[in-house]
């Protein structure tokens, strides 16, 4: 019975850890690579990224997620909801699949759109970091809608959804810091850390 009992309690704590957050990727960088070759580093660009989004959406609050500089911007979630939809661009380029246009409008809550961004993200940098040079040529970016389709190297994935996703993310610190709710002034995106 004691086995049973101790049983049930790990997993009612497992599920609270996980509805809670406290299993997200990202809360701090993972340790780097032992050697440098263009997977390992676009790898951690990508790790950059998931540390930056962790902890530019951790606290946000309902008047956050509404928070929009002007009439013609988006909101602080339209903006979440667009890194979202470059997460899975990510996500297929590092697993070969080519991304299908219109995605399927899924109605998400925050909670669940901020845990697939961070995990598409760890996913596609565990499998980036195996990729030497020629295997990231393996990998080109393919988008497929209706009217047709379009191929481009790997390297479109760096300065397009990568990079756009990090000009977003700065967006959404920049918004919550106008709508009260600053940036956690003690995570250090130079270490990838939370200094205590």
């Not at 609270?16 to 676009?42: C, D, I, M, R, W």
Request: glycine fraction near 6%; charged fraction near 20%; charge should be neutral.
């Amino acid at each position: 019975m004691r086995l049973i009992l101790f049983f049930y309690f790990v997993s009612i704590t497992a599920s609270f850890a996980q509805s809670s957050g406290s299993s997200l990727p990202y809360k701090e960088l993972p340790k780097p690579p032992e050697h440098y070759n263009s997977g390992t580093v676009a790898a951690r660009m990508l790790d950059g990224l998931g540390f930056r989004f962790y902890w530019a959406t951790e606290g946000l609050r309902e008047s956050d997620l509404a928070f929009k500089p002007g009439e013609d911007a988006r909101t602080s979630l339209e903006t979440i909801q667009h890194i979202f939809g470059m997460s899975y661009i990510i996500l297929n380029v590092a697993e070969k699949k080519p991304t299908h246009f219109p995605q399927p409008d899924e109605n998400l809550s925050f909670a669940q759109i901020r845990e697939t961004t961070l995990r598409n993200i760890q996913k596609a940098s565990a499998i980036i970091a195996k990729a030497n040079l020629d295997d990231l040529a393996q990998h080109p970016m393919i988008f497929e809608s209706n009217s047709g389709s379009a191929e481009y190297p790997f390297w479109n994935l760096v300065n397009g959804p990568i990079s756009d996703c990090l000009w977003h993310v700065g967006q959404v610190v920049t918004f919550r810091r106008s709508s009260g709710n600053p940036f956690n002034s003690k995570v250090s995106v130079l270490s990838g850390q939370v200094r205590e």
